[in-house]
């Protein structure tokens, strides 16, 4: 078994939203290019995960001055790791959904059919309880996309187990930070939509550099040595 070596990170809130914002307007037709293209990869099913990652790749390349191309948005070579990730997210959302499908016929069963009700209730507290749920498992894996494209590591529970680590003591920072982003992100719809092509790039760098931050934060030989051995 692998031997985790992340650590809780110093999430640096300002410096992600401020160096995005700096590296999208130094380099707007780039990432706007690249970001169109990370859009129509999203479209091809099971791809959405592998597209963002490639984008931060690019990201990545992009600022380090490397050879960098948007084309390289259609990169497989991640394809596996998020595919895996992907259908663990399908399944898990189908399984917490399994007790309304056993309760709701249940219910009307015993009360000759008819509506139960306290079944409204019942679901209500059921959704409440399972979106949080889903919110805390999230942001637990908020770096598992940043560690699979720029950390290699492809090993899906090794990832998983990572930014458990990693993400600890970062919860509440992490939300306000996917939270604000967020919003920011759709401030582009009261352009008539055409500023969500301003805006919705911004989100993604602003994420690149967490995810950036958080790998240097941590990074050794170890992990280098994960991500070769997950590489064959």
């Not at 306290?118 to 979106?131: A, E, H, K, Q």
Request: aromatic share 14%.
């Amino acid at each position: 078994m692998m031997k985790i070596s992340a650590k809780p990170i110093n999430f640096k809130f300002n410096d992600y939203l401020s160096n995005g914002y700096e590296f999208l307007k130094n380099n707007f037709g780039n990432v706007l290019v690249a970001f169109l293209l990370c859009i129509v990869m999203s479209i091809i099913p099971f791809c959405g995960f592998l597209a963002l990652g490639n984008f931060y790749k690019y990201c990545r390349n992009l600022r380090m001055g490397r050879q960098a191309s948007p084309g390289d948005i259609f990169n497989f070579d991640d394809f596996s790791a998020y595919f895996i990730l992907q259908l663990i997210i399908l399944g898990g959302i189908l399984l917490l959904y399994i007790p309304l499908f056993i309760t709701m016929p249940l219910a009307a069963m015993a009360n000759g059919g008819e509506p139960s009700a306290g079944m409204p209730i019942f679901l209500i507290i059921y959704m409440i309880v399972l979106y949080i749920g889903i919110l805390i498992i999230a942001l637990k894996a908020f770096y598992m996309i940043g560690l699979i494209s720029l950390g290699g590591v492809r090993d899906i529970k090794t990832a998983w187990q990572m930014s458990l680590t990693m993400s600890k003591g970062n919860l509440l920072s992490i939300f306000l930070f996917s939270l604000i982003v967020g919003i920011l992100g759709q401030l582009g719809i009261l352009a008539c939509g055409i500023g969500l092509f301003l805006t919705l790039p911004f989100v993604h760098t602003t994420h690149y550099f967490a995810y950036e931050d958080a790998i240097q934060q941590i990074e050794n030989d170890e992990i280098k040595e994960i991500g070769s051995k997950n590489e064959f």
